[in-house]
């Protein structure tokens, strides 16, 4: 099959789950066509079955913004006719799946089939902006096929924009590798480690991350390793100050691979106030690492709560303390608890159980566009 894969090439959790997916599906044989505006930053463009089609961003004096979304749809249609795409599989629908819909008017022709995933704040938080909504509502409408990362981003789409289309539940998927541990850069063999690691929005709620570091360490002997940047680092840099925690607390910055930190740790925290699924939980998971989260959103569906870490509602600094606690402070309960993480990660969102299940709806997909043709 030829597939078509349009997402963000830059760090975040779809465009990591595209450039994952599509290097499993040309190792299962499959040619896979990534149509964006860089080399994604995981993605091996001289891996088999792997090609890469740049998009030029136009930029007249005319326009005072440069438009994105129409020089994606005009690429999108060339590579779709150039290489005979069967599917074409946009991840994020903002501007994506507006897009696809545009160069399958470009092609006038029956192929590719346009898969639309939505992965959380396309849909949440981008796509229920006026500005948007009535073209994304228009966009899933017309594809082919939507997927949705959790069950509670397919209520939450449903819900928000009305729609009454089917809308698939295919979860995101995880594999280990093998990475030799940086903890030693970080904590003695005697410390434990607790990591964060995101976009640094207020929706992840970081401050709260620290805020449950510091009660902790008032227990136990321990550092806290913060992985990412962005508008609210800031604030939380003056909270690790205000507390006195200059000391404790690790600020990694950007970084392109997280593995080798996370493998790294004792306890992950995400006390977000939405998590759509929860990607990072997952990863600290399959590498061992319990999480401790806010029982939110489809992270219910990642994190088994008493099994493979913890879930306390939004904001309750003093449950998420005690669970941390709990754990960190039984080494037979914390063994049992990472054990449970590890195997859930890689059993129930293993790529070899998830990444079939997109060839079967791509197949499904293009067996109901053949009906259609027929008709």
Same mark, same amino acid.
């Given at each position: 099959?030829? $597939? +078509?894969?349009?997402?963000?090439?830059?760090?975040?959790?779809? +465009?990591?789950?595209?450039?994952?997916?599509?290097?499993?599906?040309?190792?299962?044989?499959?040619?896979?066509?990534?149509?964006?505006?860089?080399?994604?930053?995981?993605?091996?463009?001289?891996?088999?079955? $792997?090609?890469?089609?740049?998009?030029?961003?136009?930029?007249?004096?005319?326009?005072?913004?440069?438009?994105?979304?129409?020089?994606?749809?005009?690429?999108?249609?060339?590579?779709?006719?150039?290489?005979?795409?069967?599917?074409?599989?946009?991840?994020?629908?903002?501007?994506?799946?507006?897009?696809?819909?545009?160069?399958?008017?470009?092609?006038?022709?029956?192929?590719?089939?346009?898969?639309?995933?939505?992965?959380?704040?396309?849909?949440?938080?981008?796509?229920?902006?006026?500005?948007?909504?009535?073209?994304?509502?228009?966009?899933?409408?017309?594809?082919?096929?939507?997927?949705?990362?959790?069950?509670?981003?397919?209520?939450?789409?449903?819900?928000?924009?009305?729609?009454?289309?089917?809308?698939?539940?295919?979860?995101?998927?995880?594999?280990?590798?093998?990475?030799?541990?940086?903890?030693?850069?970080?904590?003695?063999?005697?410390?434990?480690?607790?990591?964060?690691?995101?976009?640094?929005?207020?929706?992840?709620?970081?401050?709260?991350?620290?805020?449950?570091?510091?009660?902790?360490?008032?227990?136990?002997?321990?550092?806290?390793?913060?992985?990412?940047?962005?508008?609210?680092?800031?604030?939380?840099?003056?909270?690790?100050?205000?507390?006195?925690?200059?000391?404790?607390? $690790?600020?990694?910055?950007?970084?392109?691979?997280?593995?080798?930190?996370?493998?790294?740790?004792?306890?992950?925290?995400?006390?977000?106030?939405?998590?759509?699924?929860?990607?990072?939980?997952?990863?600290?998971?399959?590498? +061992?690492?319990?999480?401790?989260?806010?029982?939110?959103?489809?992270?219910?569906?990642?994190?088994?709560?008493?099994?493979?870490?913890?879930?306390?509602?939004?904001?309750?600094?003093?449950?998420?303390?005690?669970?941390?606690?709990?754990?960190?402070?039984?080494?037979?309960?914390?063994?049992?608890?990472?054990?449970?993480?590890?195997?859930?990660?890689?059993?129930?969102?293993?790529?070899?159980?998830?990444?079939?299940?997109?060839?079967?709806?791509?197949?499904?997909?293009?067996?109901?566009?053949? $009906?259609?043709?027929?008709?």
């Amino acid at each position: 099959m030829k $597939i +078509g894969m349009v997402c963000y090439p830059t760090i975040g959790g779809s +465009g990591v789950v595209a450039t994952t997916l599509g290097k499993e599906l040309a190792a299962r044989g499959h040619e896979v066509h990534f149509i964006t505006y860089e080399v994604p930053f995981r993605l091996d463009i001289d891996g088999e079955g $792997i090609h890469f089609h740049q998009v030029d961003i136009v930029d007249y004096d005319l326009f005072r913004y440069p438009d994105y979304a129409l020089t994606l749809a005009v690429k999108i249609a060339r590579v779709a006719q150039e290489w005979n795409l069967d599917v074409l599989h946009v991840h994020y629908a903002v501007p994506h799946a507006a897009s696809a819909y545009l160069a399958k008017q470009l092609l006038a022709e029956d192929k590719p089939a346009i898969i639309v995933t939505l992965h959380g704040t396309d849909i949440t938080l981008v796509g229920r902006d006026p500005a948007y909504a009535k073209l994304v509502k228009f966009s899933m409408e017309q594809a082919d096929g939507v997927t949705a990362v959790s069950h509670d981003l397919r209520e939450q789409t449903l819900r928000a924009f009305g729609i009454e289309r089917k809308i698939e539940v295919i979860h995101n998927f995880f594999t280990p590798r093998q990475e030799e541990s940086q903890r030693h850069r970080f904590v003695s063999e005697e410390q434990k480690l607790l990591i964060h690691a995101s976009n640094f929005r207020k929706v992840k709620r970081v401050c709260d991350v620290v805020s449950v570091f510091r009660q902790v360490r008032q227990h136990l002997d321990c550092k806290l390793l913060l992985v990412g940047t962005g508008n609210n680092i800031e604030d939380v840099k003056s909270q690790v100050v205000d507390d006195g925690l200059e000391n404790d607390v $690790i600020f990694l910055g950007r970084c392109r691979d997280i593995d080798a930190y996370l493998t790294s740790g004792d306890l992950f925290l995400l006390p977000s106030n939405q998590e759509s699924f929860g990607l990072v939980a997952l990863e600290a998971m399959a590498y +061992g690492v319990p999480v401790i989260a806010s029982d939110v959103g489809g992270i219910r569906e990642v994190v088994a709560h008493g099994e493979t870490g913890f879930l306390a509602p939004v904001g309750d600094i003093e449950t998420m303390t005690k669970y941390a606690l709990v754990l960190l402070s039984n080494d037979e309960l914390y063994q049992s608890t990472s054990d449970r993480a590890k195997q859930r990660a890689t059993g129930m969102f293993a790529a070899s159980k998830i990444v079939p299940q997109y060839e079967t709806f791509y197949e499904k997909c293009l067996g109901a566009c053949e $009906i259609s043709k027929r008709n």
